[in-house]
């Protein structure tokens, strides 16, 4: 066993202020020692978990490379004593300034927002936490109710059962922007061992539930009622969900039974994603049972939301390109403003903006670069299922608006006899057919690097090549664009293709061209990310 490990889990071992994690590293030491793989050990030891602008995310484990006590101790410290600083340029802030803590229904959240609540509580903030695992939308709702100087989710959103993570939102409701993350990293690291960083005093509970309920209510414009099927997959977002779609009217809502209750093994799926292959298979089983008119899929923490729709075929899931343009339509006939999508996103949503004389930005990718879009912003979305319905509430993704405002949209339609695909039909005769597909490899950051390096040197025949950041890469020619970058939570690398048919009246047939060009693209970038 190589001593070095051997001394580094020592160390933390000494650190630790949690028996269950110190007694789990203990036994990889104590085999490393006996002859046994050593692995495990070097795994859990290979951290510290690096704090993004998304703030952490990992394993619940022992170690600096997992979730657990001591990490989320030393973490909050490093955010307090940021905050004492005036990070960022921002303001220095003294004694007794609010601060927030949410979590969700996770393996090990309960103790981790406790122990954060307890951090920030003996620093001298006044300490609000929410009174039970509440979706992630409700604590960036709370941060600016509250007008706290920072808040804090523990979540891991819509990850692996095994994970958790903790999100760190600004005194103006949005996630952390550089160089934000790379200062508060710095003073996690100057912070002492997590058993000398002290914990506890008093804190305040505060339900942000009814304040937001009702703020969400006023996003109906009107319309008949739905039936709507509705799953929150094993996370935090169903009863909230509920009471909002009841609250704009929407009370005729069947929810998935398997998936209704928090459960941090997601027993029914493989992944608690919305987007993933078979996740939604139980909520549109439901909603071909019930003859639904509307289904929602919820992620975990309730941040992301996607759409489903009956068709004479059966049920089609809507892509979230295909529910940002319609929500982004939705807003701006009734919102006059900005809207805002990243580059990854399809390049629809601003043709839609000029048709309304509306503002259009196009950001990095993230939410933390949408709602920053610029003075005036109505709706912000990614193509990966957020949806930013309601900025000066929510100054971030929101499922739980999202699927409200998804309702009015589809309720305003009904009462026309007209469907969500018709006004997807609409919007294609009037911008053009526009196919939207994402392609990842899994591959190691240095590798997922080295294939960016190489498209930037020797872009492929024919393409124009630019550099929205020193991250990503994108590739047009006529009627066509290909994003690529490297994954920002896994080790992926990430391609978005885009082709798009001029507006017409034969949809039919410029939809079979768009998905013939699609096909085609889909295997050249292969081949790049291949080669």
Partial sequence: MDPRLRDRAMRWIADDPDPATRDALQRLVVAGMTGGDTAELAEVMSGPLTFGTAGLRGPVR?????????????ATAGVAAWLRAGGSGSRAVGTGSPVVVGR?????????????????AAAGFTTYVLPEPLPTPL????????????????????????????????????QLVPPADAEIEAAIAAQPAAVAIPVGGPTRTYDPREEYLARVATLRTGGPPLRIALTPMHGVGGATAVHALSRSGFTDVHVVSEQAAPDPGFPTVTFPNPEEP?????????????????????????????LAVPTPQ????????????????????????????????????????????????????????????????????????????????????????????????????????????????????????HRTVGVSRRMEPAAGAAVVSRLVDAPPAEWEADRPAPDVLRLRRAGARVVVRPSGTEPKLKAYLEVVEEPTDDLGGARERADARMSALREEVDSWLSS
């Fill in 139 to 174: 604590l960036a709702f709370a941060v600016r109710r509250l007008g706290a100087v920072a808040g804090v989710q523990v979540t891991a959103s819509h990850n692996p059962k095994a994970d958790n993570g903790y999100k760190v939102y600004l005194g103006d409701g949005a």
């Fill in 314 to 433: 059966g049920w089609r899931q809507l892509t979230g390109d295909e529910t940002g343009v319609l929500l982004g339509d939705h807003v701006l006939r009734h919102r006059a403003g900005l809207v805002a999508t990243t580059v990854v996103s399809s390049t629809m949503l601003a043709k839609v903006a000029a048709a309304h004389g509306a503002g259009f930005a196009e950001t990095l990718t993230g939410f933390k670069w949408i709602v920053r879009g610029g003075p005036g912003l109505v709706y912000g979305y990614e193509e990966a299922i957020g949806y930013c319905v309601d900025p000066e509430a929510v100054r971030d993704k929101d499922g739980i608006a999202a699927a409200v405002v998804a309702a009015d949209l589809a309720a305003g339609l009904r009462a026309e006899g007209r469907t969500l695909l018709d006004r997807l039909d609409e919007l294609s005769r009037a911008h053009g057919v």
């Fill in 104 to 120: 969700d229904a996770r393996y090990g959240s309960e103790v981790f927002a406790g122990e954060a609540a307890g951090v920030f």
């Fill in 278 to 306: 078979g996740a939604t298979d139980l909520l549109l089983a439901l909603a071909a049972r019930v003859d639904a008119d509307l289904a929602v899929a919820l992620d975990p923490d309730a941040d992301r939301c996607a």
């Fill in 62 to 74: 022992a170690g600096p490379a997992g979730m657990n006590v001591a990490v989320v101790r030393r």
